[in-house]
């Protein structure tokens, strides 16, 4: 499943075209990590996620499922360490597939709204919401 990247695909549309990183456990990953809870990205990074899940984020998403993939590949879990080393080669290919998609029309109009979807499902704070968060009034000290 993780080797040809399936868990990434939402089955077909109607014209039997397939929905590339699209797979509503992805979506709902991405949805309750960057924009729920207290510490979501999104309130702290509105500007990158208000349009559409940002394709790092999806990628990052795409990791993770990918570990919990791992972990159960046996039939049985067996917790395994989330890091660079064994995971990064996911994640730079899942950006390398965002950026694969972009050279057909019809897919990259596709991918972009599975990403819009998810970003308007989840609901998140807008530029001007009050519960923003702002810049934390992050400083420099040039001494």
Not at 35 to 41: C, S, W
Not at 102 to 119: F, G, L, P, V
Not at 120 to 132: F, K, Q, S, Y
Request: glycine share 6%; proline share 3%; aromatic share 12%.
């Amino acid at each position: 499943m993780t080797v040809s990247g399936s868990f990434l695909w939402d089955g077909v549309d109607a014209l039997g075209r397939t929905n590339n990183l699209a797979n509503e456990a992805l979506g709902s990953f991405c949805m309750s990590y960057f924009y729920k809870g207290e510490n979501a990205l999104a309130k702290t990074f509105p500007d990158l996620f208000a349009d559409a899940v940002p394709e790092g984020a999806v990628a990052l998403a795409a990791t993770a499922l990918a570990a919990a993939i791992d972990e159960y590949k046996t039939g049985v879990y067996k917790q395994m360490k989330f890091v660079a080393e064994l995971y990064q080669p996911i994640y730079d290919n899942v950006i390398k597939l965002y950026n694969d998609v972009k050279k057909d029309h019809y897919h990259t109009k596709k991918c972009r709204a599975a990403r819009k979807k998810w970003a308007r499902a989840a609901g998140i704070l807008t530029c001007n919401d009050p519960n923003r968060r702002h810049d934390w009034g992050l400083k420099l000290q040039l001494d």
